[in-house]
């Protein structure tokens, strides 16, 4: 997305989608490549209704080609 | 045992791994890189992963590879970073008593692997260098929704 490091201050039981929605502010060409993204909290498949809380790991995850 | 290795795949410590005299077939799988894809030339691969979830998606899908069948070992090792042509990027070794279990336990493994696991491959051709199209994950551990 052009940055390795985003600080970001959310708010304690945002969803998913929420801070997505919130980083998009930063990085509107996120948008493009949502409907191809999955998400994960804390190393599980995440949807985007997932409520955040401090020091939850939120991963965005692109198509997978393991194997 | 599943495994996340950056080095060459250890063969032997995986025939090792999946010894069991109950067991009377041993299937194993080799996936390895590819000298083309959709008509371009390959010349090596590179796999990044999201290590540490990918180890949890690995071991969610030896659980339910056990649930379904009757194995008495399991083994699977992924490999990330650059490959060769030829080089194994994903070995799976499934022992159970009768053969056709093993092959069956071992072929879902491999294809739920696809479907789940976060990792990520890019196609080096002579001329340059992509990201493979990939999958959506399915989200497809609950027994009901992978019967």
């Known amino acids: ?67 | 045992m599943v495994e996340i290795v950056r080095e060459k795949i250890d063969f032997d410590k995986i025939l090792q791994i999946v010894e069991d005299h109950g067991t009377g077939g041993a299937v194993i799988f080799v996936g390895r890189v590819r000298n083309h894809s959709d008509g371009r030339q390959v010349v090596r691969m590179e796999y990044e992963g999201y290590e540490k979830m990918a180890i949890v998606e690995l071991r969610k899908i030896a659980e339910s590879a056990k649930k379904r069948w009757p194995v008495k070992k399991l083994a699977i090792v992924h490999r990330l970073g650059m490959l060769e042509l030829g080089e194994a990027s994903v070995v799976i070794a499934v022992a159970c008593a009768h053969r056709p279990q093993a092959f069956e336990a071992c072929r879902f493994v491999i294809d739920m692997l696809k479907k789940t696991i976060p990792i990520w491959k890019k196609e080096f051709s002579p001329d340059g260098a992509n990201w493979v199209d990939g999958v959506i994950p399915a989200q497809i551990h609950e027994e009901e929704s992978i019967s």
């Open chain 1, 1 to 67: 997305m052009g940055t390795d490091l985003l600080r970001l201050e959310i708010e304690n039981q945002q969803t998913v989608a929420e801070v997505i929605g919130e980083i998009k502010k930063q990085f509107p060409k996120l948008e493009k490549f949502e409907p191809a993204l999955s998400y994960a909290v804390n190393d599980e498949y995440a949807k985007l209704d997932v409520k955040l809380k401090d020091g939850d790991e939120l991963a965005l995850l692109p198509p997978i080609s393991g194997g």
